[in-house]
């Protein structure tokens, strides 16, 4: 009865996912599929949870957190690219 | 090591020391020191006759690489000796010749003594070689300072171009030599000479025998310029005379002709051979007669006439291996008479060539040109010359009282006795032979005319003449002479000649009749077919000689593009073109290009394999269930892909990688590989980062947004790739033959303490591909350092400036 519960849950965060990438391939401006990148991060992080309570280990903590992290800064990244032109400015001197 | 090792070795030592001896004694001319060579070896040599006329041979033999079967063995029989000595007795006339020759002040000696005796000591290493690897090593070191000596005066064009020529044309057929040499190990597994002439019963029978006797002769033809390749040989006589009398008409040219010789024992006897032979021969002596009427250069007379005379010896080697078929008795004596022609001719050869070309260079050294048009009545201002010239000539030409005379003769009874045949087919062409080589023997007459008279009677010409012409000095004269006493000589006791000198290489072209040879010369035996045919030829060269302004004109009809020479010309251009122009075809710059070479052979290589080798196979029935989201996750990525591939824009494509890269992340997940998960993560999150980066720098201009136009060739090889890469992935999941080895890291807490098994294997059980890919990350990083360093660095430069 878990285990069903657990693969309905993902079965919908995929299905969430491909939702994300329909908005990324067709959002009509940039930042549209900025936003889906960081929504599909945020999915997976959500997937990465629930496959492992469904496979019943800790190993996957680790990726949880280090996806957080990283689609921050993803998205900050890209944030910066459509604001400015450069992810790391040069020095001004 | 023997004594024949060293004395063989002695000209190789010669040639280190000779630049050493040309600094310390400028005043002394460089060629005494050398004569000592030549002359030392010539005087040992002499000492094995005894032995070699009583019948007997000897093997000295030093091991050079014995596991590959390569021994630098020396082998002495009568064919070997006698070349040797020719070589070596030849070699110190050239030498003493060219002392009076090459004048001190002007000419670069330590160079041009260094080539000869190179030369000198791989001829010599040639004919007395028992082992046909070092033979070959020999023979490509006899091609290579030819090639030097051709191109001595290398300022000058021609002799660039004739010394190119020759090295093309004599390396070429020392490549397809090796090749058959190569062939005789697989047919004999030996590389020994004698060796292979006993097994040569067996050898027939080898399915490789047809070829490695076409490409023996390939190596023998081009060396010995036979039909059609002499062409280098007119060309090589931009060399120094010296060379020319030495290396173009004594020692080089005839390499060929001893290779044949010498393997005459095994491929004698056979119809192939006979008739490969004897027709080269035959069309080399013929063409060459021809063609030597109408130069008008005294040196490009001559070659056409070494060129001729060669093909008379290689001919007489093919009929005279008819004798073998018969494998003894009287009807192989008869047919010996060949053989005994073509060593006797090969031996008188090297007299009167030799001296004709040591005539030539006096006349040009003291007269300035070699041009017939320009010289004439020379007879009163250089008697002597003129003497030795005659004696040359009309031995050439084959009257008496001059050797040339009796191997005439005799090469007449070889051409009769060979039409005579009744086996080969002889039946329908063999009445041709006599008729060629009486024609061919009347124009060598005439040229043998042309040669002395035009040269030394009719009007002086002084005003036409470089020099004030005057008598050689004696030095330069008394080689020469020596060789012209040697032709008259042996007219009148040849059978001196015959017992030390014929007999014993007839022994060792035709072993199974040794000791049945019935060879006496005779300067006179009655009145024969042979002497009418002499006569013959007396009186139409005369006439013809008479009359040489009537028809000489007729040369001139003759086309420029069908001589050989053109062909040969046109060919290394078209080589060239052709080449080039394949290498543009394919080689275009673009790195698609090249891509879809490799996409398309691979394709093409791996599919094919596995298409014929019957690769594909498709096994399920121990493939894991998939889950409804896995294939929701998978279309994820097929759409990602699909994004990055169609999008207009450089941005979205970005957008469309990050996505595929947190998608495969994703599946490490479901996959159950944490490590991998958490690297592809943080990869991943870089390399798009970076590519932000990159597309800040990418030029305002050239940017195009719009994306690559759709290209159906792309997309088939795309799609092929794809389909391929799919079917391998999944042909091999149905080949696993054996179980996997991943138990074994199972007991990695006791082995290595370690509960991470993925961290355990890469750092503790192949830790080594652990350190190599840290170095490569560390190459990057220092790669990209200094790119981007060095880059600032030029445009500081740059700004400086």
């Known amino acids: 009865m878990f285990d069903a519960v657990l693969l309905v849950m993902l079965i919908m965060l995929a299905i969430s996912i491909l939702v994300g990438l329909y908005r990324a391939i067709q959002g009509p401006s940039m930042a549209d599929r900025v936003i889906a990148l960081d929504l599909i991060g945020i999915m997976m992080i959500a997937l990465i949870g629930v496959v492992s309570i469904y496979l019943e280990t800790q190993a996957f903590l680790e990726a949880i957190l280090v996806l957080g992290i990283l689609a921050f800064i993803g998205t900050v990244a890209f944030a910066r690219f459509i604001e400015r032109g450069a992810v790391i400015e040069r020095k001004r001197d | ?801």
């Not at chain 2, 067996?202 to 390749?229: C, E, N, R, W, Y």
């Not at chain 2, 095994?266 to 021809?290: K, Q």
């Not at chain 2, 498709?618 to 409804?628: D, G, M, R, T």
């Open chain 2, 1 to 801: 090591m023997s004594w024949l090792h060293i004395f063989i070795l002695l000209p190789f030592l010669f040639a280190v020391i000779i630049p050493v001896l040309y600094k310390k004694f400028p005043k002394i001319h460089t060629g005494w020191f050398v004569l000592a060579a030549p002359a030392g070896i010539f005087a040992y040599l002499l000492s094995y006759i005894p032995m070699v006329a009583g019948g007997e041979t000897t093997m000295y033999s030093l091991p050079w690489i014995p596991s590959l079967d390569i021994h630098f063995s020396l082998y002495v029989d009568g064919l070997g000796l006698i070349f040797a000595l020719l070589i070596t007795g030849i070699g110190s006339l050239v030498v003493f010749y060219s002392i009076y020759y090459l004048s001190k002040v002007r000419e670069a000696l330590h160079n041009f003594y260094v080539y000869l005796m190179m030369f000198m000591g791989a001829m010599l290493g040639l004919v007395l070689s028992d082992n046909l690897i070092v033979l070959y090593l020999f023979w490509e070191l006899t091609s290579i300072s030819s090639f030097l000596l051709i191109a001595y005066w290398y300022a000058r064009r021609q002799s660039r171009y004739g010394a190119q020529k020759s090295m093309l044309i004599t390396v070429f057929g020392g490549f397809a030599m090796l090749a058959a040499i190569i062939m005789f190990y697989i047919m004999g597994n030996t590389f020994s000479i004698r060796e292979l002439l006993s097994q040569a019963d067996q050898l027939v029978q080898h399915d490789l025998f047809i070829a490695t006797m076409i490409l023996l002769l390939l190596g023998a033809f081009t060396k010995s310029a036979q039909f059609p390749f002499h062409i280098w040989l007119p060309d090589a006589m931009e060399a120094p005379t010296p060379v020319s009398a030495y290396l173009h008409s004594a020692t080089m040219v005839k390499a060929g002709i001893y290779l044949v010789a010498r393997f005459t024992p095994i491929f004698g006897g056979t119809m192939e051979w006979f008739w490969i032979v004897t027709a080269v021969g035959l069309i080399t002596l013929f063409w060459g007669s021809l063609l030597a009427v109408k130069q008008r250069d005294l040196k490009a007379l001559l070659a056409f006439s070494t060129i001729s005379q060669l093909g008379l010896i290689m001919s007489l080697l093919g009929m005279g291996s008819a004798a073998l078929y018969y494998g003894g008795g009287e009807t192989s004596q008869l047919h010996s008479a060949a053989i005994l022609a073509a060593v006797f001719h090969l031996v008188n050869h090297s007299t009167f060539k030799g001296s004709l070309f040591m005539v030539v260079g006096i006349v040009d050294h003291e007269t300035g040109t070699r041009d017939l048009r320009k010289l004439g009545g020379l007879m009163s201002i250089m008697p002597i010359t003129f003497t030795i010239a005659i004696i040359g000539s009309l031995s050439m030409a084959g009257l008496p009282p001059f050797n040339g005379f009796l191997s005439k003769e005799l090469f007449f009874t070889g051409t009769l006795n060979a039409a005579s045949l009744d086996i080969f087919n002889m039946e329908t062409y063999g009445a041709l032979i006599p008729i060629v080589a009486w024609v061919a023997s009347v124009f060598t007459f005439v040229y043998s005319l042309i040669l002395v008279f035009k040269t030394f009677l009719g009007k002086f010409q002084p005003e036409r003449l470089e020099k004030e012409a005057h008598e050689a000095p004696w030095g330069m004269l008394l080689p020469p002479l020596v060789l012209s006493v040697l032709v008259i000589g042996i007219f009148f006791v040849p059978n001196v000649l015959a017992d030390y000198a014929l007999e014993p290489m007839m022994a060792s072209i035709l072993p199974p009749l040794e000791g049945q040879f019935d060879i006496y010369i005779e300067a006179w035996h009655g009145f024969v077919p042979e002497l009418f045919m002499t006569i013959g030829i007396v009186v139409i060269g005369l006439l013809l000689y008479l009359t040489l302004k009537k028809w000489l004109w007729l040369y001139n009809n003759m086309p420029r593009a069908m001589t050989i020479t053109n062909a040969y010309n046109s060919g290394l251009k078209r080589m060239e073109s052709g080449s080039r122009k394949i290498t543009d075809l394919h080689m275009t710059g673009f790195v698609r290009d090249y891509l879809r070479y490799i996409f398309v052979l691979l394709i093409m290589i791996v599919g094919a394999s596995l298409f014929l080798l019957d690769g594909f196979s498709f096994e399920v029935s121990n493939v894991a269930p998939i889950n409804l989201y896995e294939m929701i996750l998978a279309a994820v990525l097929v759409g990602a892909a699909a994004m990055v591939v169609l999008t207009r824009s450089r941005l979205t494509a970005v957008i469309g990688v990050g996505v595929l890269g947190y998608i495969v992340a994703l599946f490490f997940v479901v996959l159950r590989a944490p490590d991998l998960a958490l690297t592809q993560l943080a990869i991943e999150t870089v390399s798009v980062a970076l590519y932000l980066l990159c597309f800040y720098h990418l030029p305002r201009l050239r940017q195009r947004d719009e994306g690559d136009g759709l290209n159906v060739m792309n997309l088939v090889i795309a799609l092929a790739v794809g389909t391929l890469v799919t079917l391998i992935a999944l042909s091999a999941n149905g080949h696993r033959m054996f179980p996997a080895i991943s138990d074994f890291y199972e007991g990695g807490y006791e082995l290595a303490g370690a509960s991470n098994m993925v961290n355990a294997i890469l750092a503790d059980f192949r830790a080594f591909d652990t350190l190599l890919e840290i170095f490569v990350l560390a190459i990057a990083g220092l790669g990209v350092y200094s790119l981007i360093k060095l880059r600032l660095a030029r445009r500081a430069s740059d700004e400086n400036q």
